[in-house]
Protein backbone atom coordinates (compact mmCIF):
# COMPACT_ATOMS: atom_id res chain seq x y z
CA UNK A 1 0.00 0.00 0.00
CA UNK A 2 1.62 3.60 -0.76
CA UNK A 3 1.81 6.34 1.81
CA UNK A 4 -0.88 8.23 -0.16
CA UNK A 5 -3.37 5.43 0.40
CA UNK A 6 -2.22 4.82 3.49
CA UNK A 7 -2.40 9.17 4.97
CA UNK A 8 -5.38 9.46 2.58
CA UNK A 9 -7.78 6.37 3.75
CA UNK A 10 -9.33 8.09 7.00
CA UNK A 11 -10.44 11.87 5.27
CA UNK A 12 -12.32 9.24 2.76
CA UNK A 13 -14.72 7.61 5.39
CA UNK A 14 -17.87 9.25 6.80
CA UNK A 15 -20.61 8.44 9.62
CA UNK A 16 -22.98 9.59 6.82
CA UNK A 17 -23.37 6.52 4.50
CA UNK A 18 -25.44 8.15 1.29
CA UNK A 19 -26.65 4.70 0.19
CA UNK A 20 -27.75 3.77 3.70
CA UNK A 21 -30.35 7.06 3.72
CA UNK A 22 -31.16 6.44 0.20
CA UNK A 23 -32.50 3.05 1.34
CA UNK A 24 -34.00 4.58 4.72
CA UNK A 25 -36.08 7.32 2.31
CA UNK A 26 -37.34 4.76 -0.08
CA UNK A 27 -38.45 2.83 2.96
CA UNK A 28 -40.53 5.91 4.36
CA UNK A 29 -41.68 6.41 1.17
CA UNK A 30 -42.97 2.74 0.92
CA UNK A 31 -44.43 2.47 4.10
CA UNK A 32 -46.37 6.05 3.83
CA UNK A 33 -47.67 4.74 0.80
CA UNK A 34 -48.73 1.93 2.00
CA UNK A 35 -50.30 3.36 5.11
CA UNK A 36 -52.06 5.79 2.69
CA UNK A 37 -53.04 3.12 0.58
CA UNK A 38 -54.69 1.27 3.69
CA UNK A 39 -56.81 3.79 5.10
CA UNK A 40 -58.56 4.17 1.73
CA UNK A 41 -59.29 1.20 1.32
CA UNK A 42 -61.04 1.19 5.43
CA UNK A 43 -62.44 4.57 4.86
CA UNK A 44 -66.04 3.79 3.79
CA UNK A 45 -66.11 1.65 6.80
CA UNK A 46 -64.89 4.16 9.15
CA UNK A 47 -66.61 7.25 11.12
CA UNK A 48 -66.42 10.58 9.02
CA UNK A 49 -62.70 12.12 9.49
CA UNK A 50 -61.36 8.57 11.01
CA UNK A 51 -59.69 7.62 8.23
CA UNK A 52 -57.77 11.34 8.15
CA UNK A 53 -56.75 10.90 11.70
CA UNK A 54 -55.69 7.14 11.19
CA UNK A 55 -53.47 7.98 7.71
CA UNK A 56 -52.11 10.77 9.65
CA UNK A 57 -51.61 8.40 13.01
CA UNK A 58 -49.93 5.94 10.83
CA UNK A 59 -47.48 8.36 9.05
CA UNK A 60 -46.40 9.47 12.02
CA UNK A 61 -45.40 5.80 13.31
CA UNK A 62 -43.65 5.21 10.07
CA UNK A 63 -41.44 8.26 10.60
CA UNK A 64 -40.95 7.53 13.63
CA UNK A 65 -39.50 4.16 13.25
CA UNK A 66 -37.59 5.12 10.28
CA UNK A 67 -35.69 7.82 12.27
CA UNK A 68 -35.07 5.34 15.00
CA UNK A 69 -34.13 3.11 12.50
CA UNK A 70 -31.49 5.50 11.31
CA UNK A 71 -30.13 6.75 14.12
CA UNK A 72 -29.51 2.49 15.43
CA UNK A 73 -27.72 2.59 11.65
CA UNK A 74 -25.94 5.71 12.57
CA UNK A 75 -24.55 4.79 15.92
CA UNK A 76 -23.34 1.21 14.79
CA UNK A 77 -21.68 3.17 12.03
CA UNK A 78 -20.30 5.82 13.93
CA UNK A 79 -19.04 2.61 16.68
CA UNK A 80 -17.97 0.81 13.97
CA UNK A 81 -15.65 3.49 12.68
CA UNK A 82 -14.30 4.58 16.08
CA UNK A 83 -13.47 0.74 16.48
CA UNK A 84 -11.30 0.84 12.77
CA UNK A 85 -9.87 3.63 13.78
CA UNK A 86 -8.90 2.66 17.25
CA UNK A 87 -7.65 -0.28 15.80
CA UNK A 88 -5.59 1.13 12.70
CA UNK A 89 -3.89 3.35 15.67
CA UNK A 90 -2.88 0.38 17.39
CA UNK A 91 -1.69 -1.71 14.93
CA UNK A 92 0.20 1.66 13.45
CA UNK A 93 1.55 2.30 17.03
CA UNK A 94 2.90 -1.38 17.18
CA UNK A 95 4.81 -1.40 13.83
CA UNK A 96 6.36 1.81 14.60
CA UNK A 97 7.26 0.96 17.79
CA UNK A 98 8.75 -2.40 16.39
CA UNK A 99 9.78 -1.49 12.97
CA UNK A 100 13.14 -0.83 12.42
CA UNK A 101 12.99 1.28 9.12
CA UNK A 102 12.56 5.01 9.75
CA UNK A 103 9.66 6.76 9.08
CA UNK A 104 9.07 10.40 8.47
CA UNK A 105 6.22 12.74 7.97
CA UNK A 106 7.07 16.59 6.82
CA UNK A 107 5.22 19.28 5.18
CA UNK A 108 6.74 21.25 1.81
CA UNK A 109 8.37 23.02 3.95
CA UNK A 110 10.57 21.03 5.99
CA UNK A 111 8.63 21.21 9.45
CA UNK A 112 8.57 17.44 10.57
CA UNK A 113 4.79 16.25 11.51
CA UNK A 114 6.06 12.79 12.80
CA UNK A 115 8.93 10.81 13.76
CA UNK A 116 9.09 6.77 13.96
CA UNK A 117 10.29 5.95 17.47
CA UNK A 118 12.95 3.89 14.94
CA UNK A 119 14.14 7.55 13.43
CA UNK A 120 14.47 8.91 17.15
CA UNK A 121 16.06 5.73 18.84
CA UNK A 122 18.67 6.01 15.49
CA UNK A 123 19.12 9.12 14.96
CA UNK A 124 18.72 10.72 18.53
CA UNK A 125 16.86 13.43 16.94
CA UNK A 126 13.43 14.10 18.33
CA UNK A 127 10.62 16.44 15.96
CA UNK A 128 11.69 19.05 18.86
CA UNK A 129 14.86 18.52 17.22
CA UNK A 130 14.27 18.85 13.78
CA UNK A 131 12.25 21.65 13.98
CA UNK A 132 14.72 23.57 15.72
CA UNK A 133 17.95 22.68 13.52
CA UNK A 134 18.20 23.05 9.29
CA UNK A 135 17.93 19.96 7.54
CA UNK A 136 21.05 20.33 5.56
CA UNK A 137 22.94 20.88 8.79
CA UNK A 138 22.03 16.92 9.43
CA UNK A 139 23.42 16.04 5.19
CA UNK A 140 27.34 15.29 4.51
CA UNK A 141 28.77 18.30 2.39
CA UNK A 142 29.93 15.70 -0.15
CA UNK A 143 26.36 14.76 -0.18
CA UNK A 144 24.48 17.66 0.23
CA UNK A 145 24.27 18.99 -3.71
CA UNK A 146 22.46 14.95 -4.35
CA UNK A 147 19.94 15.44 -1.01
CA UNK A 148 19.10 19.42 -2.54
CA UNK A 149 18.00 18.18 -6.37
CA UNK A 150 16.26 14.69 -5.19
CA UNK A 151 14.13 16.96 -2.53
CA UNK A 152 13.43 19.48 -6.11
CA UNK A 153 11.90 16.38 -7.58
CA UNK A 154 9.99 15.73 -4.45
CA UNK A 155 8.49 18.67 -4.30
CA UNK A 156 7.75 18.58 -8.08
CA UNK A 157 5.54 15.21 -7.61
CA UNK A 158 7.91 12.45 -8.03
CA UNK A 159 9.01 9.86 -5.93
CA UNK A 160 12.82 8.89 -5.46
CA UNK A 161 15.63 6.56 -3.64
CA UNK A 162 18.51 8.17 -2.72
CA UNK A 163 21.59 7.18 -0.41
CA UNK A 164 23.26 9.80 1.57
CA UNK A 165 24.86 10.04 5.02
CA UNK A 166 23.18 11.39 7.70
CA UNK A 167 24.96 13.29 10.62
CA UNK A 168 23.08 11.64 13.93
CA UNK A 169 23.43 13.66 17.08
CA UNK A 170 26.37 11.83 18.42
CA UNK A 171 27.98 13.54 15.62
CA UNK A 172 28.74 10.62 13.65
CA UNK A 173 27.49 9.84 9.79
CA UNK A 174 25.76 6.73 8.94
CA UNK A 175 24.72 5.65 5.28
CA UNK A 176 20.63 5.87 5.35
CA UNK A 177 18.62 4.80 2.11
CA UNK A 178 15.27 6.99 1.97
CA UNK A 179 12.78 6.06 -0.74
CA UNK A 180 10.57 9.38 -0.81
CA UNK A 181 6.89 9.87 -1.90
CA UNK A 182 5.04 13.04 -2.28
CA UNK A 183 1.30 13.51 -0.76
CA UNK A 184 -1.18 15.24 -2.43
CA UNK A 185 -4.70 17.55 -1.67
CA UNK A 186 -7.87 16.48 -3.76
CA UNK A 187 -6.19 19.49 -6.42
CA UNK A 188 -3.10 17.20 -7.00
CA UNK A 189 -0.88 19.53 -4.97
CA UNK A 190 1.96 18.24 -2.93
CA UNK A 191 1.33 18.82 0.73
CA UNK A 192 3.37 16.24 2.59
CA UNK A 193 6.38 13.77 2.03
CA UNK A 194 6.45 10.34 3.56
CA UNK A 195 9.49 9.20 3.87
CA UNK A 196 10.69 5.56 4.58
CA UNK A 197 14.34 4.62 4.89
CA UNK A 198 16.76 2.35 6.62
CA UNK A 199 20.70 2.36 7.50
CA UNK A 200 22.86 0.71 5.24
CA UNK A 201 26.19 2.15 6.96
CA UNK A 202 27.15 -1.85 7.23
CA UNK A 203 26.38 -2.62 3.63
CA UNK A 204 27.94 0.50 2.31
CA UNK A 205 31.07 -0.24 4.09
CA UNK A 206 31.19 -4.13 2.35
CA UNK A 207 30.40 -3.06 -0.79
CA UNK A 208 33.21 -0.73 -0.95
CA UNK A 209 35.42 -3.60 0.42
CA UNK A 210 34.38 -5.37 -2.27
CA UNK A 211 34.78 -3.27 -4.52
CA UNK A 212 38.35 -2.95 -3.34
CA UNK A 213 39.19 -6.21 -3.47
CA UNK A 214 37.98 -6.86 -6.35
CA UNK A 215 39.81 -4.05 -7.79
CA UNK A 216 43.07 -5.67 -6.35
CA UNK A 217 42.39 -9.03 -7.52
CA UNK A 218 42.16 -7.32 -10.98
CA UNK A 219 45.44 -5.38 -10.57
CA UNK A 220 47.10 -8.96 -9.66
CA UNK A 221 45.47 -10.97 -12.77
CA UNK A 222 46.68 -8.00 -15.28
CA UNK A 223 50.39 -7.92 -13.68
CA UNK A 224 50.48 -11.82 -13.35
CA UNK A 225 49.01 -12.46 -16.52
CA UNK A 226 46.51 -14.60 -14.36
CA UNK A 227 42.85 -15.77 -16.21
CA UNK A 228 40.28 -16.51 -13.54
CA UNK A 229 37.47 -19.26 -14.62
CA UNK A 230 34.11 -20.85 -13.10
CA UNK A 231 32.59 -23.83 -14.38
CA UNK A 232 28.92 -24.80 -13.85
CA UNK A 233 29.00 -28.63 -13.52
CA UNK A 234 25.11 -28.70 -13.15
CA UNK A 235 24.17 -26.15 -16.00
CA UNK A 236 27.91 -26.74 -17.79
CA UNK A 237 28.21 -22.72 -18.35
CA UNK A 238 31.82 -21.93 -18.42
CA UNK A 239 32.90 -18.22 -17.15
CA UNK A 240 36.25 -16.56 -18.15
CA UNK A 241 37.36 -13.13 -17.01
CA UNK A 242 38.89 -10.91 -19.29
CA UNK A 243 42.91 -12.23 -19.23
CA UNK A 244 41.08 -15.57 -20.36
CA UNK A 245 40.45 -15.03 -23.77
CA UNK A 246 44.01 -13.49 -24.94
CA UNK A 247 45.46 -16.17 -23.37
CA UNK A 248 43.54 -18.72 -25.35
CA UNK A 249 42.98 -16.64 -28.28
CA UNK A 250 39.26 -16.18 -28.25
CA UNK A 251 37.66 -13.19 -29.55
CA UNK A 252 35.83 -11.38 -25.63
CA UNK A 253 32.32 -11.43 -27.30
CA UNK A 254 32.81 -15.13 -27.94
CA UNK A 255 30.22 -16.85 -25.83
CA UNK A 256 32.65 -19.41 -24.03
CA UNK A 257 31.49 -22.99 -22.87
CA UNK A 258 33.66 -26.77 -21.77
CA UNK A 259 33.63 -27.31 -25.40
CA UNK A 260 35.40 -24.11 -26.16
CA UNK A 261 38.30 -25.54 -23.53
CA UNK A 262 38.70 -28.92 -24.83
CA UNK A 263 39.30 -27.94 -28.52
CA UNK A 264 42.10 -25.73 -27.25
CA UNK A 265 43.81 -28.03 -25.51
CA UNK A 266 46.42 -30.31 -27.43
CA UNK A 267 45.08 -33.97 -27.37
CA UNK A 268 47.66 -35.57 -25.91
CA UNK A 269 47.48 -33.16 -22.94
CA UNK A 270 43.69 -33.46 -22.83
CA UNK A 271 44.16 -37.10 -22.59
CA UNK A 272 45.27 -36.57 -18.96
CA UNK A 273 44.16 -33.45 -18.00
CA UNK A 274 40.18 -34.26 -18.53
CA UNK A 275 40.32 -37.10 -16.01
CA UNK A 276 42.10 -35.12 -13.27
CA UNK A 277 39.56 -32.24 -13.63
CA UNK A 278 36.79 -34.87 -12.99
CA UNK A 279 38.20 -36.63 -9.91
CA UNK A 280 38.78 -33.29 -8.66
CA UNK A 281 34.83 -32.57 -9.26
CA UNK A 282 34.22 -35.81 -7.67
CA UNK A 283 36.37 -34.87 -4.69
CA UNK A 284 39.09 -37.31 -5.49
CA UNK A 285 41.91 -35.13 -5.24
CA UNK A 286 43.15 -31.52 -5.80
CA UNK A 287 43.48 -30.34 -9.57
CA UNK A 288 46.52 -29.05 -9.93
CA UNK A 289 48.37 -29.67 -13.38
CA UNK A 290 49.90 -27.87 -16.39
CA UNK A 291 48.94 -28.74 -19.86
CA UNK A 292 49.32 -27.13 -23.57
CA UNK A 293 47.07 -25.21 -25.73
CA UNK A 294 46.66 -24.98 -29.27
CA UNK A 295 46.00 -20.99 -30.56
CA UNK A 296 44.24 -20.24 -33.52
CA UNK A 297 47.68 -19.67 -35.54
CA UNK A 298 49.19 -23.11 -34.64
CA UNK A 299 50.92 -21.19 -31.59
CA UNK A 300 51.69 -23.69 -28.88
CA UNK A 301 51.56 -22.38 -25.10
CA UNK A 302 51.86 -24.21 -21.83
CA UNK A 303 49.28 -23.32 -19.21
CA UNK A 304 49.34 -23.95 -15.06
CA UNK A 305 46.21 -24.68 -13.51
CA UNK A 306 44.68 -25.05 -10.45
CA UNK A 307 41.38 -24.96 -8.99
CA UNK A 308 38.91 -25.47 -5.73
CA UNK A 309 35.52 -26.79 -5.80
CA UNK A 310 32.61 -25.31 -4.18
CA UNK A 311 29.82 -27.78 -2.68
CA UNK A 312 26.31 -27.64 -1.98
CA UNK A 313 24.95 -28.43 1.60
CA UNK A 314 24.93 -32.68 0.62
CA UNK A 315 28.32 -32.29 -0.51
CA UNK A 316 27.67 -32.54 -4.33
CA UNK A 317 29.97 -30.31 -6.65
CA UNK A 318 28.44 -27.54 -7.76
CA UNK A 319 31.13 -25.48 -9.48
CA UNK A 320 34.99 -25.50 -9.92
CA UNK A 321 36.44 -21.60 -9.83
CA UNK A 322 39.99 -22.14 -10.67
CA UNK A 323 43.03 -19.71 -12.06
CA UNK A 324 45.69 -19.84 -15.49
CA UNK A 325 48.75 -18.93 -15.41
CA UNK A 326 50.51 -18.37 -19.26
CA UNK A 327 54.14 -19.77 -17.96
CA UNK A 328 55.13 -20.59 -21.68
CA UNK A 329 57.88 -18.05 -21.18
CA UNK A 330 58.68 -19.44 -17.35
CA UNK A 331 59.04 -22.58 -19.30
CA UNK A 332 61.41 -21.33 -21.97
CA UNK A 333 63.71 -19.94 -19.27
CA UNK A 334 63.39 -22.91 -17.66
CA UNK A 335 64.94 -25.30 -20.64
CA UNK A 336 67.56 -22.70 -21.51
CA UNK A 337 68.82 -22.50 -17.66
CA UNK A 338 69.01 -26.27 -17.60
CA UNK A 339 70.46 -26.66 -20.64
CA UNK A 340 73.32 -23.60 -19.36
CA UNK A 341 73.73 -25.52 -16.19
CA UNK A 342 74.62 -29.34 -18.01
CA UNK A 343 76.62 -27.37 -20.66
CA UNK A 344 78.08 -25.57 -18.02
CA UNK A 345 78.48 -28.74 -15.63
CA UNK A 346 80.12 -30.57 -18.15
CA UNK A 347 82.46 -28.05 -18.88
CA UNK A 348 83.61 -27.71 -15.32
CA UNK A 349 83.39 -31.40 -14.88
CA UNK A 350 86.37 -32.18 -17.54
CA UNK A 351 88.04 -28.97 -17.32
CA UNK A 352 91.90 -29.78 -17.07
CA UNK A 353 92.03 -27.70 -14.06
CA UNK A 354 90.50 -28.17 -10.63
CA UNK A 355 87.26 -26.06 -10.04
CA UNK A 356 85.17 -25.17 -6.80
CA UNK A 357 82.25 -23.17 -6.73
CA UNK A 358 81.78 -21.52 -3.37
CA UNK A 359 78.97 -19.17 -1.78
CA UNK A 360 79.51 -16.11 0.01
CA UNK A 361 79.89 -17.30 3.07
CA UNK A 362 82.67 -19.62 1.35
CA UNK A 363 80.68 -22.97 1.74
CA UNK A 364 80.91 -25.17 -1.45
CA UNK A 365 78.40 -25.42 -4.09
CA UNK A 366 80.64 -27.71 -6.60
CA UNK A 367 83.53 -29.64 -7.13
CA UNK A 368 85.10 -30.68 -10.52
CA UNK A 369 85.77 -34.22 -10.92
CA UNK A 370 89.74 -33.12 -10.52
CA UNK A 371 89.05 -31.19 -7.49
CA UNK A 372 87.96 -34.13 -5.48
CA UNK A 373 90.72 -36.56 -7.23
CA UNK A 374 93.28 -34.01 -6.06
CA UNK A 375 91.47 -33.89 -2.46
CA UNK A 376 90.54 -37.65 -2.14
CA UNK A 377 87.15 -36.44 -1.68
CA UNK A 378 83.68 -37.55 -2.58
CA UNK A 379 81.35 -35.06 -3.62
CA UNK A 380 78.97 -35.63 -0.84
CA UNK A 381 81.41 -35.28 1.25
CA UNK A 382 82.07 -31.50 0.28
CA UNK A 383 79.04 -29.32 -0.75
CA UNK A 384 77.37 -27.73 1.69
CA UNK A 385 80.94 -27.40 3.91
CA UNK A 386 82.75 -24.74 4.39
CA UNK A 387 86.33 -23.81 2.97
CA UNK A 388 87.74 -23.45 6.67
CA UNK A 389 87.20 -26.98 7.27
CA UNK A 390 89.54 -28.53 4.61
CA UNK A 391 92.16 -25.97 5.45
CA UNK A 392 91.76 -25.08 9.00
CA UNK A 393 94.66 -22.49 8.94
CA UNK A 394 94.49 -20.69 5.80
CA UNK A 395 97.38 -18.29 5.05
CA UNK A 396 96.73 -14.43 5.46
CA UNK A 397 96.90 -13.99 1.57
CA UNK A 398 94.39 -16.93 0.60
CA UNK A 399 92.01 -15.23 3.24
CA UNK A 400 92.98 -11.54 1.82
CA UNK A 401 91.64 -13.15 -1.55
CA UNK A 402 88.97 -14.48 -0.66
CA UNK A 403 87.55 -11.31 1.35
CA UNK A 404 88.66 -8.98 -1.91
CA UNK A 405 87.11 -11.45 -4.62
CA UNK A 406 83.45 -11.18 -2.01
CA UNK A 407 84.19 -7.05 -2.70
CA UNK A 408 84.37 -7.70 -6.66
CA UNK A 409 87.88 -7.93 -7.39
CA UNK A 410 89.94 -10.83 -8.95
CA UNK A 411 92.95 -12.16 -7.62
CA UNK A 412 95.74 -15.03 -8.76
CA UNK A 413 98.39 -16.78 -6.12
CA UNK A 414 101.01 -19.39 -5.45
CA UNK A 415 101.28 -21.18 -2.39
CA UNK A 416 101.52 -24.51 -0.67
CA UNK A 417 98.63 -26.79 0.08
CA UNK A 418 97.98 -30.07 1.76
CA UNK A 419 96.64 -33.27 -0.79
CA UNK A 420 94.67 -35.55 0.16
CA UNK A 421 94.88 -38.27 2.59
CA UNK A 422 98.83 -39.77 2.38
CA UNK A 423 100.24 -36.34 3.48
CA UNK A 424 101.85 -35.21 0.31
CA UNK A 425 102.61 -31.50 -0.67
CA UNK A 426 102.56 -29.81 -4.02
CA UNK A 427 102.88 -26.04 -4.78
CA UNK A 428 99.17 -25.05 -6.31
CA UNK A 429 98.52 -21.72 -8.26
CA UNK A 430 95.04 -20.51 -7.63
CA UNK A 431 93.29 -17.87 -9.39
CA UNK A 432 89.82 -16.64 -7.77
CA UNK A 433 87.19 -14.56 -9.37
CA UNK A 434 83.68 -13.36 -8.32
CA UNK A 435 80.33 -14.81 -9.34
CA UNK A 436 77.12 -13.11 -10.10
CA UNK A 437 73.46 -13.62 -10.76
CA UNK A 438 71.32 -11.97 -13.42
CA UNK A 439 70.72 -8.89 -11.79
CA UNK A 440 75.04 -8.28 -11.18
CA UNK A 441 74.67 -9.37 -7.60
CA UNK A 442 77.63 -11.29 -6.10
CA UNK A 443 77.04 -14.61 -5.16
CA UNK A 444 80.20 -16.10 -4.57
CA UNK A 445 83.65 -16.81 -5.31
CA UNK A 446 84.76 -19.44 -8.66
CA UNK A 447 87.89 -20.84 -7.35
CA UNK A 448 90.47 -22.33 -10.11
CA UNK A 449 93.86 -24.16 -9.03
CA UNK A 450 96.63 -25.79 -10.82
CA UNK A 451 99.28 -27.88 -9.68
CA UNK A 452 102.54 -26.48 -10.51
CA UNK A 453 105.16 -28.64 -8.67
CA UNK A 454 104.66 -32.02 -6.31
CA UNK A 455 107.00 -31.52 -3.18
CA UNK A 456 106.74 -34.69 -1.20
CA UNK A 457 105.28 -36.03 1.44
CA UNK A 458 104.92 -35.18 4.96
CA UNK A 459 105.02 -36.30 8.61
CA UNK A 460 101.26 -35.97 9.68
CA UNK A 461 101.15 -36.04 13.75
CA UNK A 462 98.59 -38.52 15.27
Given amino acids: MSANQTFGREDSRSIFDFGQAVRIGVLMAILIAVAETIARVLAPALVPGMSQALLAATQVIVVAVVVASGMVLFWRRSRKIDDDRRSEREISALFAANCEDLFILADVHGNVLWLSPSYARFTGWTVEDRQTSDWQSRVHEDDLEKV??????????????????????????????????????????????????????????????????????????????????????????????ERMYPMYDVHPETPVTY????????????????????????????????????????????????????????????????????????????????????????????????????????????????????????????????????????????????????????????????????GSEAWVRSHLRPWRDARGHICGIVLFTETIEQTGHVHRAT
Fill in 259 to 422: ETWRERVVLEDLERTEPLLQAAARGEREFITDFRIRRQNGEIRTIAASATVVRDHAGNAERIIGINTDITEVRLQQTRLAASETTLSALVEHAPVAIAILDRERRFLFVSRRWRAENGLLEAEIIGRAFDEFCPKPSPSIRAMHEHCISGGVSSVEDTKSLASD
Fill in 148 to 241: IATRARNLAGESTRVQYRCRIKNGDYRWLDLQCVPRRDANGKVMHLVTCGRDVTELVTLERRLHEQIERTELATRAGNIGIWEWDIRDQRLVWS
